[in-house]
């Protein structure tokens, strides 16, 4: 299931699709975009809706791809649906129905692509009983070429890692570290490091835009020189 069905979150579920790790009808996504969940129903043909409990209640592995800002938000409806149905009924009435704490229980894996908020704060949120991933992912995932590095939570098992590698691995390339402070240096490299490449073939276009050769030229060759030096 995703919570948050943006740029990176379509990226996500479209690699999933086509390296075929998971088919249309094993997913789920959550947008409060009417926008945006159409377009990812038209196009990718998966299930979409505005309501994340309805994530919760589908899928035991959720990826947070929402923005830091609004994480907390998100969090805590999220600890507030998992709490209620931990004590209660999947509806909310003490009595349970058949299946539904199954369903609506605490036990599940979160994966939070959100820069900056950490393991700690994710785990406190989510509640003593909830199994949490770190990833910090870079945009070129929405090309199918991401570089993203997984850091598990204290109750996150290597099973969950796995599906976490393989997840992003399926728009690019994943790694897994053991530290979280290693995500600093991963925002710096891998998360921003796009940017100044972008700055660099800018700089040799333009550079070469002046000595004469047409931009839209110069843009070309630029960036077929910088895919034939990676």
């Given at each position: ?6 740029n990176m ?40 809706t505005a ?138 490299l891998s ?40």
């Amino acid at each position: 299931g995703f919570i948050g069905a943006g740029n990176m979150g379509e990226a996500l579920i479209r690699g999933l699709l086509e390296k075929k790790v998971f088919k249309a009808l094993e997913l789920i996504a959550a947008d409060p975009e009417p926008k945006r969940r159409r377009r990812l129903k038209r196009a990718l043909g998966v299930e979409t809706t505005a309501d994340n409990r309805q994530v919760l209640a589908s899928a035991p592995a959720v990826v947070l791809a929402v923005k830091p800002q609004v994480m907390d938000a998100v969090l805590a409806e999220i600890g507030e649906a998992l709490g209620r149905s931990a004590s209660s009924g999947a509806d909310g009435s003490g009595a349970t129905k058949r299946g539904a704490k199954a369903k609506l229980g605490p036990e599940r894996l979160f994966i939070s692509i959100a820069a900056g908020v950490t393991l700690s704060h994710l785990e406190r949120r989510l509640g003593p009983r909830a199994r949490v991933v770190r990833v910090m992912p870079n945009a070129p995932a929405m090309v199918g070429c991401g570089m993203a590095a997984v850091v598990r939570g204290s109750r996150a098992t290597r099973s969950d890692e796995a599906l976490t590698l393989r997840i992003f691995g399926a728009v690019g390339r994943a790694v897994a570290l053991r530290e979280e402070a290693l995500l600093d240096g991963v925002t710096a490299l891998s998360g921003s490091g796009p940017a100044y490449v972008y700055l660099f073939a800018k700089a040799l276009a333009d550079a070469a835009a002046g000595e004469g050769i047409e931009p839209r030229l110069a843009l070309r060759m630029t960036l077929q020189t910088l895919v034939g030096a990676t």
